[in-house]
């Protein structure tokens, strides 16, 4: 739907008598992200957070493994309160696993989120400085998703519409 949306602006942009002279570009941020060195850098981070996270959780799981296995091979010897303590500290870990888990991946989406902010807060007025420098009117995003990145001032026709939309009463 927005594809087809900007692509028809698109049409009518370059159909249009008064934006005969519009100059359009277009940019591709997913090819960006994944060429740019700073861009990787910053996501690469991310990624060795993730590993750390993996790694602690790995420990837990090892730990419980453990603790399952001294249970295991000394349940005949244990008493019926012994077997409960053993049984209950072995969900305690497991629902303790399950939650560091789930904080992990909450964290890691949290870091991975703020990059990718962070990279568009960086990208859009860098984008909008070379549109300007490059006298382009109009800057489309490609890829994936197609938006508008930058429109010159002189495109906006908002006000106009509000005014023929206003008259129309």
Same mark, same amino acid.
């Given at each position: 739907?927005?594809?087809?949306?900007?692509?028809?602006?698109?049409?009518?942009?370059?159909?249009?008598?008064?934006?005969?002279?519009?100059?359009?570009?277009?940019?591709?941020?997913?090819?960006?992200?994944?060429?740019?060195?700073?861009?990787?850098?910053?996501?690469?981070?991310?990624?060795?957070?993730?590993?750390?996270?993996?790694?602690?959780?790995?420990?837990?799981?090892?730990?419980?493994?453990?603790?399952?296995?001294?249970?295991?091979?000394?349940?005949?010897?244990?008493?019926?309160?012994? !077997?409960?303590?053993?049984?209950?500290?072995?969900? !305690?870990?497991?629902?303790?696993?399950? !939650?560091?888990?789930?904080?992990?991946?909450?964290?890691?989406?949290?870091?991975?989120?703020?990059?990718?902010?962070?990279?568009?807060?960086?990208?859009?007025?860098?984008? !909008?400085?070379?549109?300007?420098?490059?006298?382009?009117?109009?800057?489309?995003?490609?890829?994936?998703?197609?938006?508008?990145?930058?429109?010159?001032?002189?495109?906006?026709?908002?006000?106009?519409?509000?005014?023929?939309?206003?008259?129309?009463?």
């Amino acid at each position: 739907m927005i594809r087809k949306a900007t692509l028809t602006l698109l049409a009518v942009l370059m159909a249009g008598s008064a934006f005969a002279q519009t100059t359009v570009a277009v940019v591709d941020f997913e090819q960006v992200i994944a060429q740019s060195q700073r861009a990787r850098t910053a996501l690469g981070e991310v990624g060795l957070f993730r590993q750390s996270k993996q790694q602690e959780l790995e420990a837990m799981a090892e730990r419980f493994t453990a603790k399952q296995t001294d249970a295991q091979a000394r349940a005949t010897a244990m008493t019926e309160g012994e !077997r409960r303590a053993a049984s209950t500290e072995l969900q !305690r870990l497991q629902t303790e696993i399950t !939650r560091a888990s789930e904080d992990a991946e909450r964290e890691v989406k949290l870091r991975a989120n703020q990059v990718l902010t962070d990279l568009n807060q960086d990208l859009g007025p860098l984008v !909008r400085q070379l549109a300007i420098d490059k006298n382009i009117d109009l800057v489309l995003q490609w890829g994936a998703e197609v938006g508008i990145v930058f429109a010159a001032d002189s495109l906006d026709i908002t006000l106009d519409v509000i005014a023929a939309y206003d008259a129309s009463q």
